[in-house]
């Protein structure tokens, strides 16, 4: 039997949170730099059926796929790891099993048998997965399983696992947990026994990591790594250490220093050209250049918690290291009124997208300021709909807003899409995913992509209202991007403001490390000529 694909299966114990996602995407990366291709796919063991309705509190940021999939954060960093454009079928939940597995029941597919977890839930988890690395055709496929060793949720998906080891064989799957190494100060030293239990744990699934990655927040010697591999059962050149890092696109090249691809290539067998991690070590030399320091304001009402704009963070620091400069961001809550106090020391200004009424005030705000002072405002989705208010507001439509906020608003600039007015249900049901805009000559978004044709990707409801498009552009608003149809209105800015730019769409999600966005390029260029004027 031939095997196209080798399955590397990522888990975590002790705690959450400690780096799942960037470890495999920096297994990822590594494998990219042998001249092997590889996708990836996340499996969150969640009910929700995806991660679209999900507040941002709860999860962080809702990643958009290309086809329009809401999905967990991790697929962000899987793109911008691998530089590879991943489907909605990447994000595997529970909701999607569960659901794939009752419509195939309803049909009669299961021929009047008993439906249980095994075999016909694990049945389908497996499907999914062989699935996607067909539709993928990659080499290799990264398998990253949400949450800890020992979550109840999980263990439907543990047991497939196991089970997909024992189908492909033991050359085709790996598996790579990874542990926290807790460094107790007051007793001056790192303990391995929560790491020892999670590995036990699970073992007691019939699974045997062959790699252990310690998280840690600083390195640990080698007598610990042999402690480990003594007590976890693996070989000691399988245990890999990852400390704390003041970047995460450093973590590749720190895994690499500790063979973690030459010990991955000779587990599973891969045929590998020899190694350049170049382009990956000159984008890590370029995020450490702060030299220079350009500032950047986010105003949003989800800044508690930076995982919410994880994206956007992204991109401005692939934007700066392109320029050769360091970006220093400031979280400015939206709830509170913007004086300007707490903006004047700033380059410039962004306003991501969101939903809601609340902690439109303090956006409005940072409209207005932009306005009166010239700096570098960057609008994103609801950001743009934001710039389109105060500008009309501003200009003779008093109280004008979007009628998400005021039904009731004299001047409705922003309005619910025609196609959306009928839908009742929240998720899975905006304007999402990749589309085409046609671009205007001669405007700052033209000259920032160098191209008159661009795809990006969406979600949302509302759009600027076309029945006040020739009023705002007969005040100075100018629509720089739409629709090939030019019925939907993409780009709006302000030809004689040094760089005042909204988007509907949201540029983020295309960033890559090596591969600067040139909307966030633009942006931080004018943020460093705002800096640098007298």
């Known amino acids: 039997m031939i095997h196209l694909y080798k399955y590397i299966v990522v888990t975590g114990g002790v705690v959450s949170s400690i780096g799942k996602g960037i470890t495999a995407a920096s297994i990822g ?46 697929l962000g960093h899987y793109e911008r790891f691998l530089d590879v ?28 048998s008993c439906v249980q977890i095994i075999p016909h839930i694990t049945d389908q988890i497996k499907s999914m997965i062989r699935q996607i690395a067909r539709d993928s055709n990659s080499q290799v496929v990264l398998v990253e399983l949400g949450g800890t060793v020992g979550d109840i949720e999980g263990q439907p998906f543990l047991e497939a696992l196991r089970q997909l080891r024992n189908e492909e064989g033991h050359d085709n799957v790996m598996f790579v947990h990874v542990t926290y190494v807790p460094y107790l100060r007051a007793a001056g030293e790192f303990k391995t026994k929560p790491t020892q239990h999670s590995t036990k744990e699970l073992r007691s699934m019939g699974i045997n990591p062959d790699m252990i990655i310690c998280r840690s927040e600083l390195a640990i010697n080698d007598a610990l790594k042999r402690k480990i591999a003594h007590f976890c059962d693996v070989d ?31 587990r599973i067998k891969l045929t590998a050209k020899p190694q350049d991690l170049s382009e990956w070590e000159a984008v890590v030399r370029a995020l450490k250049k702060d030299d220079k320091i350009v500032s950047v304001g986010i105003v949003g009402k989800y800044v508690e918690l930076e995982d919410a704009y994880i994206s956007i963070r992204e991109s401005l620091k692939h934007a700066a290291a392109h320029l050769g400069v ?70 003779g439509m008093e109280n004008a807003h979007s009628t998400e906020f005021d039904p009731k608003t004299p001047y409705p600039v922003i ?35 160098r191209s008159s044709d661009v795809e990006e990707r969406h979600r949302h409801r509302f759009e600027l209202n076309n029945e006040y498009r020739e009023e705002l552009e007969s005040m100075g608003l100018l629509i720089s991007g739409a629709s090939p149809d030019d019925f939907l209105v993409e780009i709006v800015e302000l030809p004689d403001h040094p760089w005042f730019l909204g988007c509907q769409f949201h540029p983020e999600f295309k960033s890559r490390p090596n591969r600067a966005h040139p909307l966030f390029v633009s942006f931080l260029q004018a943020a460093i000529r705002n800096k640098e004027s007298p």
Request: aromatic share 8%; with cysteine; glycine share 10%.
């Open 29 to 74: 990366r590594i494998l990219r730099s042998y001249g092997l291709s590889v996708t990836a796919i996340k499996i969150d063991p969640y009910l929700n059926w995806d991660s679209g309705t999900m507040s941002p509190y709860q999860h962080g940021e809702v990643f958009v796929t290309c086809d329009g999939m809401e999905t967990d954060l991790d």
């Open 85 to 112: 454009d991943l489907l909605g079928e990447s994000n595997i939940t529970t909701g999607k099993v569960y659901d794939a597995v009752i419509k195939r029941e309803r049909k009669g597919d299961y021929l009047g």
């Open 236 to 266: 000691q050149e399988a245990v890999i250490n990852c400390p704390d890092m003041s970047s995460i696109y450093e973590v590749p090249l720190v895994l690499n220093q500790e063979k973690v691809g030459e010990y991955v290539v000779d």
């Open 326 to 395: 360091k970006v220093h961001i400031e979280y400015i809550q939206s709830e509170e009124s913007l004086d300007d106090d707490k903006v004047s020391h700033l380059d410039s200004l962004l306003i991501p997208g969101g939903f809601g009424e609340r902690g439109m005030g303090g956006k409005l705000d940072a409209v207005r300021y932009s306005l009166e002072h010239d700096v570098p405002l960057f609008g994103i989705c609801l950001g743009m709909q934001c710039m389109v208010i105060e500008f009309a507001r501003l200009h």
């Open 415 to 449: 309005d619910l899409m025609e196609e959306q007015k009928k839908i009742k249900n929240m998720g899975g049901t905006m304007r999402l995913g990749s589309y085409p805009c046609n671009l205007r000559q001669n405007t700052h978004a033209q000259s920032a992509y």
